[in-house]
Each structure stands twice: as structure tokens, then as C-alpha cells.
């Protein structure tokens, strides 16, 4: 299968030490167009970096020549989330607008790094407390702005603490994690399994893997008829797993065996 393919690919890529955010996110949106050109987009980020030098010459040439934004109309557009749909249409989410500007300063010389605030992805650059909103057009916001974006998003109301600890620098995998669960929330709410099903093996190739995941690709696997795959899946882990684990494992695969009778 060329999605399968697609994921192997993406496992190679990030597998190395120290992953490339571009062709890693690339590799990532292949789940979704197995025939993309990888080499293609990565030459439309150096393109957008030629000739700047500066944050403001990095914002001016991302914000206001090329024109990137936030979707507000469609948010959850899936294309949204796939960084060549990203480059092309001059549209996404915080967060893949994030990589391009990370993208396009790293080719500039001009380090920007992300920063992995729950509810509202932002960057900065490197080493500063400087941030800007790439879904509000580049825009530099206060550390106030941050924190109202945050409890906007997340709903957090003031005995939540704000501080610092919400601002880290999120590094390449928890970047790739984060984009891999909006996909994974875009397609499980219109009901894509297909599409599910890719994102989730990719989401099981990086850390922090759950037992939700797991169950949740097993299921994806059964809505396409491929029960028996899926309940295969599960019994796999059962070795591996705890005794509680092992246990949910067992109930799911039998769940899903189930419909073969």
C-alpha cells in the first residue's frame, strides 16, 4: 500500500537523531498525497529565505509579500495541517505556519525556534522572550496577548498558573507529535478511518506513545473491514504490555474479532 509506504518513509526520517523539521513535516504530509514532491517544497523554502537577513526582512517577506495567514475560515481543513498544502495555498494553523517561518529563518540565518503553548502555537526568536502570533500575521505579541490566547483556547480560567513553564522551545518531535494530533482530531471527527489510520502508525513511530493510541488504530483499522489486521495489531502488543494493558488489549482484539462470526 502507498500510504504504508508513505509511513516507512516518515519512520526513516525520523529515526535519525536529530530529524529536519522541513522534511520530516513534508514526509509527514506524503500520508496524505503519497506522490508529493518533497524536493519541490523544500526549494519554495529556500526561495521565500533568498535575500532576507532580518526578523523584520523575515516577517515583511512571509506576512506581507507572500502573503501567509491564518485560516480562519476553515480551521480544520485538513489541508491546513500538510506543510506543502501550507506553501502552496499561503494558508494553515499556528502551528505549520510555525515551521515555515522556522524553516525559512534557519535558511535566512535568522534562528527561530517554537514554542509549544497548549491551545496556541507560537514562535520567538531563538534564545528571546520576543513572540509572534504566525496565525495573526507575524504580529509580535506581549507575554498578556500570550497568556489571553491561552485561556481563550484552553478555556483555563485563573487558577490555572501562566508563567514561563507553558513558553518552552518545543523541539522536532514534539512539533511533528502536535501536528499529527490535529490530523488525528480532523479526521477522526469527519469520520475518515483511512486517514486515521496513517496518521495514527505515524503517531506511534514518536514518543510518547499511549495505550489510546494503539486501541484507537485497531479501531480505524476494523471501521475499514480489516478486523482480523487489527486485532492482530493488539495481540502483538500483549507480551509487551502490563497486566491492565494486557487486559484492555485482549478485550479490544476479541471486540474486533467479533465481527468475523
Known amino acids: 500500500m502507498v500510504r504504508v509506504d ?47 537577513t532580518t526578523l523584520p526582512g523575515l516577517r515583511q517577506r512571509l506576512f506581507v509579500e507572500e ?47 517554537g514554542v509549544g503553548m497548549p491551545g496556541h502555537f507560537l514562535v520567538r526568536p531563538t534564545g528571546t522572550n520576543r513572540y509572534l502570533d504566525v496565525f495573526a500575521g507575524g504580529t509580535e505579541i506581549s507575554g498578556a496577548r500570550c497568556e489571553q490566547l491561552f485561556r481563550g483556547a484552553t478555556g483555563a480560567g485563573p487558577e490555572v498558573p501562566f508563567g514561563p513553564h507553558l513558553l518552552t522551545a518545543t523541539p522536532t518531535r514534539a512539533i511533528l507529535v502536535r501536528m499529527l494530533e490535529n490530523l488525528r482530531a480532523v479526521y477522526g471527527a469527519r469520520n475518515r478511518p483511512a486517514d486515521l489510520e496513517w496518521v495514527l502508525r ?41 497486566v491492565a494493558h494486557a487486559e484492555r488489549l485482549r478485550t479490544a482484539a476479541r471486540s474486533l474479532r467479533a465481527h468475523l462470526n
Open 6 to 52: 508513505a509511513v516507512q518513509r516518515f519512520g526513516r526520517v525520523v529515526g535519525v537523531p536529530d530529524p529536519p523539521l522541513d522534511r520530516a513535516a513534508l514526509a509527514l504530509a506524503a500520508g496524505a498525497d503519497p506522490r508529493i514532491d518533497a524536493d519541490r517544497w523544500l526549494r519554495e523554502l529556500d526561495r521565500l529565505a533568498a535575500g532576507v
Open 202 to 242: 505515524m503517531r506511534l513511530l514518536l514518543p510518547g506513545v499511549r495505550l489510546a493510541d494503539v486501541l484507537e488504530l485497531a479501531t480505524a483499522m476494523g471501521d475499514q473491514g480489516r478486523w482480523h489486521e487489527g486485532a492482530r495489531l493488539l495481540e502483538e502488543r500483549i507480551p509487551a504490555a502490563s
Open 67 to 113: 502573503g501567509f495567514g491564518g485560516n480562519t475560515g476553515d480551521y480544520t481543513d485538513p489541508r491546513n495541517s500538510l506543510l506543502h498544502h501550507v506553501l502552496h495555498r499561503r494558508l494553515g494553523i499556528p502551528i505549520t505556519l510555525a515551521v515555515v517561518t522556522m524553516e525559512v529563518g534557519r535558511r535566512a540565518g535568522v534562528p527561530i525556534e
